[in-house]
């Protein structure tokens, strides 16, 4: 060691130690500091994507619960005639009940009465005429009925109206607060589970407004992109990764399915207006048009995946396939393709997750129409889950912010879901050669 | 009723395989050698079957459409459509369809019904005759198909063949969308392009797009000046890259040298999250949440804050860009050779100092490549800036004010309804057009550094 130093004009090593050790204090807090700083910018990122489902979780959860008012209704026979239905004026009948169980409220004074009957949801009297149509013989009794009440009230019960605010600028006034809170008293106001959420399709009226047509029209377009993006992505990887000669041509495909990967997706939505529907005719709004514009989207991903996917089976089967005699097809389709496919599988259902959440082109095709009953198929006019969001989320009345993030937090669930299928996927049947 | 011929070429195309499968299966029975296996010959009885004759049907099905619409309109009444605008044309057949499903508002005219009942008529005609045509070209593949089962008959050949057909055409329908999208979008913006001159388009620095009231209304055609969006998007993506470098970059380099290696089987999915989070989830998350508070901020220091300010739409947009590019840099910083890194620590540097002295300078390329993308990911973005930017094209730089970008105007031009004669339509597909060329030089650009770099590594 020393006499490695002593010929050189090395300055004296015990100095060099000195000096080193002196800055290696600073150094180490320079070193200590850029990974403070790192795992700082990492707490950013996992903040805000808690505050992101804080923020959902916590003005979601009240839409999935929505007030209920149980109510005794006589179905007078006055009102509501046998030989006149499905008409009746069944809103009167609700009415007169809830002035019933309201002792000392004027129910002569039309503005009054006309509050009184406001408490119960729009929804309320179909739900009784529907109960009264299919069995006509409820008419003169009394029905115990379980019915939604307006959105201002739910709104009131789920305390989201502050009750201190000036009477003039309240959305519910006083007066119609102590009313509501008389019958709260009666013990007739529940909060159950709000399955309208998940069987009616969309409303004008937040209370009556589900995700039945929303759930259905991406089901739709899911099952028409998958049908579509599924052969061909899996065709064309196979050729590109198998067969396709390395030329210029091969070159040219494979950039360009790169590229097409990175083209903003409302791009694709001007493609799909101009060519499916401006040229081909094919109808407005339809989850057919919606998926096949996402299968062109999810296409790129598929490939993509399918590629790295038969990459990864070592050559040694298809060299042993080829010894034994197989053409150079029944080696891919018999023993390659097969121990793919788990990897295919996973790649594709991450791809179909994505064009779940995917809203811009299908905004341009339409698919955001006001639409109040699920599609049968998939040629009728439907929405999808995220363009549902984006309705709701444009809709001002209050009752539509909280069924917004309920919205999104079922959008989320089945895209949790649908990775959760694909990790178990990876996980169970991915061989490591 | 429309899926009958569908079941036909299945049944059809099920036929041929048992068929020729079976014919093969007894030459065989008689003692001779097959060249293929029986199954090929069932395949390729199959196969062709299938190919021609769904092409067929899905053809047919496409087009069918566009040609009684046009054979309804041709057979109207002389006179009918003359001196109207296509936008009325349009009315007129829309109107005829719906009586022809049985929905009809008020008494329509005569004609109308008789150009309904046409159009009913024309359809049902259109679905025997394609049954008709179904049926007889299947039979007449089975039976060719057929004729030629023999022993020497090279059936894996043929069937192979055809399969290694449909995987080109597969591999071609990805050049085929990058062609619809560029024809569709220079046919479109060509005639754009012939009611807005394209110097105004490209220079002028109003953006009003507007339909005129009245026909002769010339001077309200509105202005189609695309400075102000396209500044209003830079103002945007620049807001998220101030958000998404740093945060990306830095947790990329925590990840990537000083995580211990179960954090970071945490971290990385739980960053990747974020990403898998649809935009218009974001998009809510910067209206509901972001725009109010710095609204209440901007209050607080008594500085004027608009409602749907560009800080807001950006720096969600940011957070979501923080997962792309930590992946990308993570990536690159990884690719950088283990002996780079060896000699830095060898001659005494601190993990700290390699990295920002020899790593991350050796990264660097790659790291522009991501950021790039994630320039081009930003500009294309649609759902956040639709829900959290705004309509208005403000000139200006400045982040606190309300600015709308392409995206947004492509969005709220081609919403509801659209007709495709008048500018405002027209006008969308433009800056689609231009959408399109920018992010696509970016993303080449981006691909071909981010390659590059890597190979001179490998």
């Known amino acids: 060691m020393t006499d490695m130093t002593t010929g050189s004009a090395a300055p004296d090593p015990h100095r060099t130690t000195e000096i080193v050790a002196k800055s290696l204090d600073r150094r180490r807090r320079k070193q200590s500091r850029l990974k403070w700083i790192g795992m700082g910018a990492i707490m950013i990122a996992f903040t805000m994507l808690f505050i992101l489902v804080a923020s959902l979780v916590s003005t979601g959860w009240q839409a999935f619960v929505q007030t209920h008012i149980t109510v005794e209704v006589f179905v007078d026979p006055e009102e509501i005639r046998a030989d006149r239905l499905p008409r009746g004026n069944f809103d009167d009948v609700l009415e007169t009940t809830l002035g019933n169980m309201l002792p000392g409220v004027d129910m002569t004074d039309r503005a009054t009465a006309r509050s009184v009957g406001s408490i119960l949801s729009d929804g309320a009297q179909f739900k009784l005429r529907d109960m009264v149509v299919a069995n006509p013989e409820l008419i003169g009794e009394t029905i115990t009925l379980k019915v939604p009440t307006s959105d201002i009230y739910d709104q009131l019960n789920k305390g989201l109206i502050d009750r201190e605010t000036d009477n003039a600028n309240r959305r519910v006034k006083d007066d119609e607060i102590a009313r509501f809170d008389a019958l709260k008293a009666q013990g007739v106001v529940s909060k159950p589970f709000n399955s309208t959420l998940f069987t009616s399709a969309d409303s004008r009226f937040p209370e009556q407004a589900g995700l039945k047509g929303a759930i259905v029209g991406s089901f739709w377009a899911l099952l028409v992109c998958f049908l579509i993006s599924f052969p061909l992505g899996i065709g064309a990887a196979i050729y590109l990764e198998e067969f396709a000669p390395k030329n210029k041509i091969s070159d040219i495909i494979e950039v360009n399915i790169n590229n097409l990967a990175a083209v903003p997706s409302v791009v694709f939505g001007l493609l799909a207006l101009a060519v499916f529907i401006g040229w081909f005719g094919m109808p407005r709004s339809a989850p057919f048009v919606g998926g096949l514009t996402l299968a062109l989207m999810t296409m790129p991903t598929i490939i993509i995946a399918t590629r790295a996917a038969l990459k990864a089976v070592p050559p040694s089967i298809r060299e042993a396939a080829l010894g034994l005699g197989a053409s150079r097809q029944q080696v891919v389709f018999q023993h390659v393709l097969p121990l793919a496919m788990p990897g295919i599988l996973t790649g594709t259902i991450i791809g179909l997750a994505q064009a779940l959440g995917e809203t811009a082109p299908l905004l341009l095709i339409g698919m955001n129409a006001f639409i109040t009953s699920a599609p049968s198929g998939p040629f009728e006019s439907a929405t999808a889950l995220p363009t549902q969001i984006f309705i709701w989320a444009d809709s001002p009345e209050r009752g539509f912010v909280s069924r917004t993030s309920a919205a999104i937090l079922v959008l989320l669930g089945f895209l949790v879901l649908m990775n959760g299928v694909a990790i178990y996927l990876r996980q169970k049947f991915e061989r490591k050669w | ?458």
């Open chain 2, 1 to 458: 009723m429309s899926s009958f011929p569908f079941i036909l070429l299945i049944l059809a195309a099920i036929a041929g395989y048992v068929i020729n499968r079976s014919a093969a299966k007894s030459i065989r029975d008689d003692g001779n050698r097959l060249h293929s296996m029986t199954s090929y010959h069932g395949m390729f009885s199959a196969l062709l079957i299938l190919v021609p004759v769904l092409t067929l049907i899905l053809v047919w099905l496409a087009l069918q459409g566009a040609a009684i619409n046009a054979i309804v309109m041709r057979d109207l009444p002389a006179g009918t459509l003359d001196g109207i605008g296509s936008g009325a044309e349009q009315l007129i057949l829309a109107e005829i369809t719906s009586i022809s499903r049985g929905q009809m508002f008020g008494t329509p005219e005569d004609w109308k019904l008789a150009a309904a009942d046409r159009y009913l008529a024309l359809y049902n005609w259109s679905r025997w005759l394609l049954i008709a045509v179904v049926a007889a070209l299947s039979l007449g593949i089975l039976a060719f198909a057929r004729s030629r089962v023999a022993a020497d008959f090279r059936a894996r050949q043929g069937v192979e063949g055809i399969v290694t057909g449909l995987m080109i055409f597969c591999s071609v329908v990805a050049i085929f969308t990058t062609f619809g999208i560029i024809l569709s979008l220079s046919f479109e913006t060509y005639r754009f392009l012939e009611l807005v001159p394209l110097t105004d388009f490209l220079f002028g620095a109003n953006w009003e797009p507007q339909i005129p009231i009245r026909a002769d209304q010339i001077a309200a055609v509105g202005a189609f000046g695309w400075l102000p969006v396209i500044l209003g998007t830079i103002v945007i993506t620049v807001v998220a890259l101030f958000v998404a470098v740093p945060i990306g970059l830095m947790s990329a380099i925590y990840l990537n040298e000083f995580a211990p290696r179960k954090l970071r089987a945490v971290i990385k999915p739980g960053l990747e999250m974020l990403a898998g989070v649809p935009t218009v989830v974001y998009g809510f998350f910067a209206v509901l949440v972001v725009a109010p508070a710095i609204r209440n901020l901007g209050q607080s220091l008594g500085i004027d804050v608009a409602p749907n300010t560009a800080l807001a739409a950006g720096s969600v947009m940011g957070i979501m860009l923080v997962p792309f590019i930590s992946s990308f840099a993570d990536d690159a910083l990884s690719a950088v050779p283990s002996a780079l890194k060896d000699a830095a620590l060898g001659i005494g540097a601190t993990r700290g100092e390699m990295m920002t002295t020899v790593l991350f300078p050796a990264a660097l390329p790659g790291i522009v490549g991501g950021v790039l993308l994630a320039v081009s990911r930003a500009i294309g973005e649609t759902m956040i800036v639709v829900m959290a930017a705004g309509l208005m094209a403000n000139l200006t730089i400045n982040p606190l004010d309300s600015v709308t970008t392409v995206t947004v105007q492509i969005v709220t031009l081609l919403i509801g309804d659209t007709s495709f004669d008048n500018p405002k339509t027209l006008a969308a597909f433009a800056l689609g057009m231009m959408l399109f060329l920018v992010t696509l030089v970016i993303n080449i650009f981006a691909l071909r550094i981010v390659r590059k770099y890597r190979e001179a590594y490998d």
